[in-house]
């Protein structure tokens, strides 16, 4: 028992298999060195099959690129098969693979109405459809084939891929998936720039607690993270000096948090680690902020919180 409660067996993610949707970059990318360099076998998925290759390069240890779209059902079956050839188990699965489409139009007089209006309007089928297919995951054929329509509330999630990987995780001992969400998903929050990414992260996130409701029977546990803001390929842009600056967007929500800076690799890597290892085991339907405060001020920006002036859009 002492032994056990030792950080290192405690956290231990040695001799376990994993998948990363959207390993090769951002957040993806930290996930995939914290448990290649634990001793984890990580497989990572993605479209780019560059990105994928330069992460593993990169990082070193076993790392295996599987070249994939996960936003429908055929493609996160492919993916499985593809996985197939080269484990027998998936203790983890991480899906990470996520897309925000902006405005066309973007505008920061949010207050005025012609533009509120105008911002609403000009989104369209595809920023709907493209973005739950990654974030909630999959129309897949019923997508391709345009005979139903996806509804803003449609809970499909990282669903197909989850679905497609029960009978690699039914042979693991702690099986365990995860969703990461954002911090988006919960709260309404004018700044974002696409309003359909905050819907289908509220989409993932209530998808998360329903693949828990059905997969105890298997012994799959599933949780949620949602990360406030991580420097990515997503919020940041990298110059030639290999210098990370957030995009406007990411300056700004991370001073409407309190501890007003984006989250480091180390901070969203720990959370999921625990979820992987013995010491998470206990753990099932939990939905973890990873926000450095920002959930807190954003549901109590109407009582009395004072923001810092440079922090309003308007
Ligand atoms: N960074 C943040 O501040 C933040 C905050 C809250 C939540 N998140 C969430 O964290 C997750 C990771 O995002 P990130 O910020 O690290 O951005 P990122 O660097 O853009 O990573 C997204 C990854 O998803 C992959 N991907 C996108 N569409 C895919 C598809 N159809 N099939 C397979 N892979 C796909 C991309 O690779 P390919 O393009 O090569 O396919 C990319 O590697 C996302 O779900 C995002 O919503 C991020």
Redesign the pocket.
Known sequence: MADLLRVENLFSVAGTTVLV??????????LTKAFAINGARVII????QH??DATAREIGGDIICVK????TKD?AEDVIQQVKKAVTVLDTVI??????IPFKRPSDNLDDPDTAADLLSQVDDADWTETH???VNGMGAQFKACVQPLTPADPSGPYFMTVSAIPLLRKSDNPNVVI?????GLVNQRANGSFT?GVS?AG?VHLSSMLAGRLHPLKIRVNCI???????????TTGADGAVALGRM?TK?VMRSTLGR??KPEEIAAPILLLASKGGMYMNDTCINVDGGRWLVMKGIYDGLRLPDESYIN
């Open positions: 949707t959207g390993g090769g970059s951002g957040i993806g990318k930290t998925v993605g479209r780019r990105v994928l994939g779209d996960v936003s493609g899906n990470c693979a996520g897309i925000s297919k990654v974030n990461i969400s954002s911090v988006a990414y992260k993932a949602c990360p406030g803001i991580f420097p990515s390929e997503m919020t940041a990411g929500a984006p989250g």
